[in-house]
Each structure stands twice: as C-alpha cells, then as structure tokens.
C-alpha cells in the first residue's frame, strides 16, 4: 500500500494541503506496517475522536513521530465512515499529511485483525521493531511520554 | 542487553487479562453502591437462573450507542430469571461525570430498568480483567461465566444488527443449550482505572 499511495500523491503533484483518509481494513494496515521492516520503527496507534485520551496524547505522538526520522506513526481513526469530514479536520489541525487512515471493517475482524490480544478498549499501541517488525510494546489506554521513548528505543535496536 | 530486551518483549505487554469462559464469579461480596446509595454485592442481586454483569458508565459514546439495547435486554431477559448490573468502574471521574449523583441522573434519563452501581476502588473491574465500556459478562445460576465480550455487532444501529451476541447467549443458556459463541470483541472506550 506504501507504494500505491506514494504513487498516487507523485500524480497529484502534493498540489493539495489537505489530508487524505483512507478507508483502510486490518489487513491493509498490517501489510503497510510490514513494508516498513529493516526501514523504520513502527507505532501504530488506533484513535478515536470519541475518545478523550486519544485526542489528549494526539500531540505528542504527532511530536514524537516528526522529531525521529527513524520512526513512521500510522494513525487509524476508529471513528465511523461517515465521520470522515471531522477526521480530516482534525487531523489536518494535528499536522497529520498527507495521508492517514479510518477503520472500514466490522469491530471484531478488525481488532483480530490487527492483535488478537486487544480487547477492544481505546487507544491501542503497538510498537514494531526496526530491523525485524516484530512487536516490541503495545498497550491500552493513555501512557506517558516515557513509555514511548523506552519502546521506540527497543525497537530501534532490534 | 539482548536478554534485556527480550525480557522486555515479552513482559511489557499491557492488556487487561479479562475472566476466562469457565472461571467462577470473582468478588461476589465485594461491597458496590447503587444509584440510592445502599450498599449490594454481586450475591446480593444473583438473578435465578443468570446474572449479567456489564462494565458500563454514563458519557462513552459506545455506551450511548448501545444503552437501547440495555434496555431491551433488561426488559426481555429479567422476567426469566436474568439479574442484570451494570457498573460503573471510572474511579478517575468519580468527582465528575461518574459521580453517584450523575450516574443517577443518567439512569433515570435513560429509564434504566436495570441495577446500576458504582464499583468504588475499581476492584470489580480489575477482577474480571474489565478493561471498556461497555464489556459484558454472563454468568449461570452457578456464577459460572459462559459469555463474555460485546452487546452485538452493531453499536450504531439496532436495525442493522446482524450477530446479537448476548441474545444468543442468553437463548442459549436459558433453553440449556450450547452457547456457540461465548466471546466476541466490540471497540469501547477504556475504563479510567486513575
């Protein structure tokens, strides 16, 4: 998916400023997670406007995804489709460009989907390793700064 | 170092550890408060032949969107032996829109015919490895869990419902038949354990 999108936005020139959300499945943001490996550190986080600590720690993901080169921050609402247009907003207000993603699949393939040992509970982290992808943290709920910084810091060397 | 990383991959994990299928009603005398302010525990409203426990709270967008089917689940299942409570674990916004005075502000708004309860220190929660709202759990006459998880598959709409989870279940359970599906996984909001 990276390189259909990076395709997609070379024909659009990046003549927009506006923020592209793509209705994604689980099996999408795995497969994009995994075109990462031996490139970056992955955080994926699962967000929704909904939710009062996602859109608190927002910020400071966005913060910590511009301030490493070595880290990609996938974002994916878990907002509903039709709430696109307010996703978009505030993503565009958080910084995030040009493109992010919202969940199209039914709750439960979805959580499965992405980790079978999320429960479902708001926000989701999970942390990929640099070199081989494999998952080094995740996590439910609003964490500190720190967290991230020790996860991303294990992941970079493994 | 490399031990030490590996130790943390493998520990640092952080999901709640919900109640297996099977276990047996945790902290059944744990002290809870209702909407009245008189203190019950989870013995104390045992239903008959089931008792449903859903973790729940006055402000989650996704408990709003289900609270219609709460009631509809009161309403069909209490007349066949069926206690249900639903409680509310948010310690953190116990001082705020969690308070005993809103919660119940909100059960009467909603026409709750159901018990709702706070669950003081969270203890209940931590219990059953709780870790949204809402999150369900059903439990036999013998407080033995044989459900867990989500309402349905259809926070947004009743009409569009196409597994309702819990309604099987509880078919299920009261006909003694097998429940097919005894854990399914919905989105919710987390509970604010602090």
Known sequence: ?158 | MRQFTIFLIFLSFSYGVELKIGSVMPKKELKLIDTEGKSINLNSIKGSEATLVVFSCNTCPWVIKWEDRYLEIAKNYTPKGVSMIAVNSNVSRFDGDDSLGKMKEHASKMNYNFIYAQDPNAELAHAFGATKTPHIYLFDKNDILVYRGAIDDNARDANKVTEPFLANALDALLSKKKIKKTTSKALGCSIKYN
Not at chain 1, 75 to 95: N, Y
Not at chain 1, 113 to 125: A, R, V, Y
Not at chain 1, 134 to 139: A, F, G, L, R, T
């Open chain 1, 1 to 158: 998916m990276k390189n259909s999108i990076l395709v997609f936005f070379f024909f659009v020139g990046f003549s927009c400023t506006n923020t592209q959300v793509i209705p994604v499945t689980s099996f999408d943001i795995m497969n994009e997670i995994n075109s990462f490996k031996g490139e970056k550190v992955v955080i994926l986080n699962v967000w929704a406007l909904w939710c009062v600590p996602c859109v608190e720690e927002f910020p400071m993901i966005v913060e910590l995804d511009e301030s490493n080169k070595d880290l990609e921050v996938i974002f994916v609402s878990a907002d509903f489709e039709d709430e696109l247009q307010q996703v978009k907003s505030f993503l565009e207000k958080q910084g995030v460009e040009p493109y992010s993603y919202i969940k199209k699949e039914k709750d439960e393939l979805f959580i499965e989907g992405i980790n079978e040992s999320w429960t479902g509970s708001l926000p989701f982290i999970v942390v990929f390793s640099k070199n081989k992808g494999i998952i080094v943290d995740s996590w439910e709920g609003k964490e500190p700064k720190s967290r991230f910084e020790v996860a991303i810091n294990i992941a970079l060397n493994s």
